[in-house]
C-alpha cells in the first residue's frame, strides 16, 4: 500500500510568488490534514477535510492560503502571494473514516521563500 | 488553547533505556498520541493512549495519567536507529482531526 505522498519535496521562490503543493492520501482515506513546521518551532495544524469539505480551517494563518480537495481525493495547498515567514515545512496526513483512528504522515514539503 | 511540554533533546547509550516526559494543558482531551520522526523523513505513528495505564509495544512503551496531564514515552534495548526527533501530540477534543504538537524531543544514541 502507498503511503501518503506529497510534492514537490522542495520549493524554492521569490516573495509574492505563488506556489502550489500537492498531497496524496493514502486510497480510501477520508480524512485528510494539512500541518505545517516553521523553523524552530512546532508542527501546527492548518487544516482537516472529510472527504472533499473542510471539516476545521481553523489553522490556515490567512487568506493567503487556499487548500482545495476537489473530488474528496487529493488536495492541493496554495499560497498566494507568498511571504517570507511561510518558509517551513509542509505536512500532509490522512485516516480512515472514525474519531480514534491512527493518521499517517507524508514526508513533506519544504518550502523556502527568499 | 492547548500547551505541550517536553524536553529538547536527551542523550542515552545503546542498549540503555529512556524516558521522555511529555506534559500538557488542555481544554479537552481525545488521545495522547507518539511520533518518531527521523530528520528529513515523515513523522511515523508509534503509539496512542487515551485512557490511563501503560501501552506497551515491543521496545516502546507509553503511559498516560489524564488526571495529571502527563505521559511518557519509555524505549528500551536502544539502537543507533532511534536516534529520531520524539513528537508528543494530543488530539483535541472538539475537533477530533486536530492535534497540538510539542516542539519534539531529539534523542541521540551514542555507541
Known amino acids: 500500500e502507498a503511503g501518503v505522498t506529497q510534492f514537490p519535496s522542495h520549493s524554492v521562490i521569490e516573495k509574492g510568488q505563488t506556489v502550489t503543493l500537492r498531497c496524496d492520501p493514502i486510497s480510501g482515506h477520508d480524512n485528510l490534514y494539512w500541518y505545517r513546521r516553521v523553523m524552530g518551532k512546532e508542527i501546527k495544524f492548518l487544516l482537516h477535510f472529510v472527504k472533499e469539505s473542510k471539516q476545521d480551517e481553523s489553522g490556515m494563518p490567512n487568506n493567503r492560503f487556499l487548500a482545495e480537495r476537489t473530488g474528496g481525493t487529493y488536495s492541493t495547498l496554495k499560497v498566494q502571494p507568498a511571504e517570507l515567514e511561510d518558509s517551513g515545512v509542509y505536512f500532509c496526513?490522512?485516516?480512515?473514516?472514525?474519531?480514534?483512528?491512527?493518521?499517517?504522515f507524508g514526508q513533506g514539503t519544504r518550502l523556502t521563500v527568499v | 488553547g492547548q500547551n505541550i511540554d517536553q524536553p529538547t533533546e536527551m542523550t542515552a547509550t545503546e542498549g540503555a533505556i529512556v524516558q521522555i516526559n511529555c506534559t500538557y494543558q488542555?481544554?479537552?482531551?481525545?488521545?495522547l498520541f507518539w511520533y518518531q520522526q527521523h530528520a528529513g523523513e515523515a513523522p511515523t505513528f508509534l503509539s496512542y493512549n487515551v485512557l490511563d495505564g501503560l501501552e506497551e509495544k515491543g521496545r516502546f512503551s507509553s503511559f498516560l495519567s489524564r488526571s495529571k496531564g502527563y505521559s511518557y514515552l519509555l524505549l528500551k534495548e536502544l539502537q543507533m536507529k532511534d536516534s529520531a526527533s520524539y513528537l508528543c501530540a494530543v488530539r483535541d477534543a472538539r475537533s477530533w482531526g486536530k492535534f497540538q504538537f510539542g516542539a519534539g524531543t531529539q534523542v541521540v544514541v551514542t555507541p
Open positions: 488542555t481544554s479537552g482531551f481525545n488521545g
Open positions: 496526513a490522512s485516516s480512515h473514516a472514525g474519531v480514534n483512528t491512527e493518521a499517517f
